[in-house]
C-alpha cells in the first residue's frame, strides 16, 4: 500500500482555471488535515487541524514563520472552530469546547452522538446571539448494518434518534451478525433501533432534542439545549445571510449499507424552525421510492416512516451524487463578484466505498457558486483537468473543504490535502493541505 505519510505534494496554482479576471496564489501550505480556518478579531487567521491523522484535534495561528498549535487534545474529528467574543468555539466528536483568552479549555456541551458514521459540525451564532451547529446522523440511510463495523462494536447499542415521535413501517433488513462469535449467522435489523433488533408496523419510536441528522441551538454557554430542525443526513456547514436567513450544506445518502440509495445528490437548504427535510424517506426534495434512487442490483428503498412529519422542503440547490459540498461563504463585497452570491467547497467522493463500487464520478474537487435566488449552480475554481490534482499527477486542487472570505478583498479556499478511503481507514497524507487565496484582478 502507498505510504502517504511520504508523499509530496505538487503545487502548481496555473494548473487551476478560474473565471477571467482572478487570480489564485498559494497562502499556506504543508498543512496536515486543515478543515476549516476562521480570523479572531485583531484579523489573526486560526486554522482547524482535523486531527484524523494524528488522532488529535489542532488549533493552530497563522504566524509569518508559519503554523503554531495554540491548543490541541481535541478528539478527532475536529469539524471546525469560531472565534466569537474572544472565546474560540471547537466543535469535535461529541463535543464543543471552548478556548478561553488565557489558554484554558472548558467543555460546554458533551454528549453529542457523533459516534457513528458522522459528527457534531462547527458552530456558528445567530442575530439572536444563540450558538447553531449541525448533528450528523449515526448511519448511512436510518439502519445499523455491516458498513458500520469501524464502530459497531465498541458501540453495540447504537443507533439513530428521530426529532419528535414517529411510526415505523416496520421494514427490517437481515444482514450477518457482527456482534456473534460463531461464524455464519445472521440477525434482522429494524430502523432507528440497535443492530439486531427487529421492528413492527404501527411501533413509535421517541423524539430526542440531541436528534440525528439535526440543527440544534443553544446559548453561547451551551445551555438552553434545543432542537431547531431535523431531517439531515449530514448538515456539514451552517451560515446565515445578511438577511439573517440560515442556510445549510446537507450531504446526500450513500450507495452502501443495509438500505443503499443511489444518485441521492448533495442539498442545499434554507433551514427554518420546526422544518423536517426529508431523511431518511427523501432525498433532494424526491421519495427514496422514485425508481430514479435503485441502487444496481439492489432493493428498491421503501420508507422506514410509516407517516411523515410534513412534506419536506425543497433544496435551494442540489448537486451532483458524490460531490460531497462542505464549507462555503456568502460574498458581501460587490467588487469581487454578485453580493450574496454563495462559493462552497465541494470535498470529492469517498468511491468505491460510498458508490456501490464504482470508480469515482467525475464530480467534486472544485470551488462553486450558488445564486440563492434562482437555485443556479456555477463552477468557479476547477483543474483543467476537471479530476483531482493526485488523479492527474497535476498541482491544483486537491480536496477543498472550506471557502472563507476575508476583509480585504479576498477568497480563501481550505483544501483539505491528499485522502484516500481505503476500506475501513481513512489515510490522509500529512504536510499536504493547503490555503488558497483568490482575488480579483
Known amino acids: 500500500m502507498e505510504r502517504l505519510d511520504r508523499i509530496d505534494r505538487i503545487l502548481k496554482p496555473e494548473d487551476i482555471l478560474l473565471p477571467t479576471g482572478y487570480k489564485i496564489e498559494v497562502f499556506a501550505e504543508k498543512l496536515t488535515t486543515p478543515i476549516n480556518l476562521t480570523f479572531t478579531d ?6 482547524a487541524d482535523a486531527g484524523i491523522t494524528t488522532n488529535n484535534g489542532k488549533v493552530l495561528i497563522l504566524t509569518s514563520t508559519g503554523a503554531r498549535v495554540i491548543a490541541e487534545g481535541f478528539k478527532p474529528p475536529l469539524t471546525g472552530i469560531t472565534f466569537y467574543k474572544g472565546n474560540i468555539y471547537v466543535a469535535h466528536r461529541g463535543s464543543i469546547t471552548i478556548i478561553k483568552p488565557d489558554g484554558s479549555k472548558q467543555d460546554i456541551l458533551t454528549g453529542l452522538p457523533s459516534f457513528g458514521d458522522h459528527h457534531n459540525n462547527r458552530v456558528i451564532f445567530g442575530p439572536d446571539g444563540k450558538m447553531y451547529f449541525g448533528q ?10 455491516e458498513d ?12 439513530d434518534y428521530p426529532g419528535s415521535y414517529i411510526p415505523l413501517t416496520g421494514k427490517n433488513f437481515k444482514t450477518k451478525n457482527l456482534l456473534s462469535e460463531t461464524a455464519n449467522t445472521q440477525t434482522w ?52 445571510d445578511r438577511k439573517n436567513r440560515l442556510f445549510c450544506g446537507n450531504h446526500g445518502i450513500d450507495v452502501r449499507g443495509s438500505r443503499p440509495v443511489d444518485n441521492s445528490p448533495d442539498e442545499f437548504q434554507w ?28 432493493p428498491q428503498p421503501s420508507f ?14 442540489t448537486f451532483a451524487s458524490h460531490s460531497a459540498i462542505m464549507g462555503f461563504d456568502f460574498n458581501n463585497d460587490s467588487s469581487f463578484g454578485p453580493i450574496d452570491e454563495v462559493f462552497i467547497a465541494e470535498f470529492g467522493s469517498e468511491a468505491p466505498d460510498t458508490t ?6 467525475r464530480v467534486g474537487h472544485r470551488v462553486s457558486r450558488i445564486n440563492t435566488e434562482t437555485g443556479k449552480i456555477a463552477t468557479f475554481a476547477i483543474n483543467k483537468t476537471g ?13 477543498p473543504i472550506d471557502v472563507t472570505f476575508g476583509k480585504q478583498n479576498e477568497m480563501f479556499i481550505t483544501d483539505f490535502g491528499i485522502f484516500k478511503p481505503p476500506g475501513k481507514k481513512i489515510y490522509a497524507a500529512p504536510n499536504t493541505g493547503v490555503v488558497w487565496k483568490v482575488t480579483k484582478l
Open 42 to 47: 485583531q484579523g489573526e487567521m486560526l486554522i
Open 136 to 145: 450528523g446522523t449515526v448511519t448511512n440511510s436510518g439502519v445499523v448494518g
Open 148 to 159: 458500520n463495523s469501524r464502530w459497531i462494536t465498541e458501540h453495540p447499542f447504537g443507533h
Open 189 to 240: 435489523t429494524g430502523a432507528y433501533s440497535p443492530f439486531g433488533t427487529p421492528t413492527h408496523r404501527g411501533e413509535f419510536i421517541r423524539g430526542m432534542v440531541k436528534a440525528s441528522g439535526s440543527i440544534l441551538r443553544a446559548n453561547p454557554d451551551g445551555s438552553q439545549l434545543e432542537l431547531f430542525s431535523w431531517g439531515l443526513r449530514n448538515p456539514f456547514r451552517l451560515k446565515f
Open 271 to 298: 433551514i427554518r424552525k420546526g422544518m423536517w427535510y426529508g431523511w431518511p424517506d427523501y432525498t433532494g426534495g424526491h421519495p427514496v421510492t422514485n425508481p430514479y434512487f435503485k441502487p444496481e442490483g439492489k
Open 304 to 317: 422506514l416512516f410509516a407517516q411523515h412529519p410534513m412534506k419536506p422542503p425543497k433544496p435551494v440547490a
Open 356 to 361: 456501490g463500487g464504482k470508480p469515482a464520478p
Open 387 to 399: 479530476l483531482s490534482a493526485t488523479a492527474t499527477g497535476g498541482g491544483g486542487l486537491e480536496r
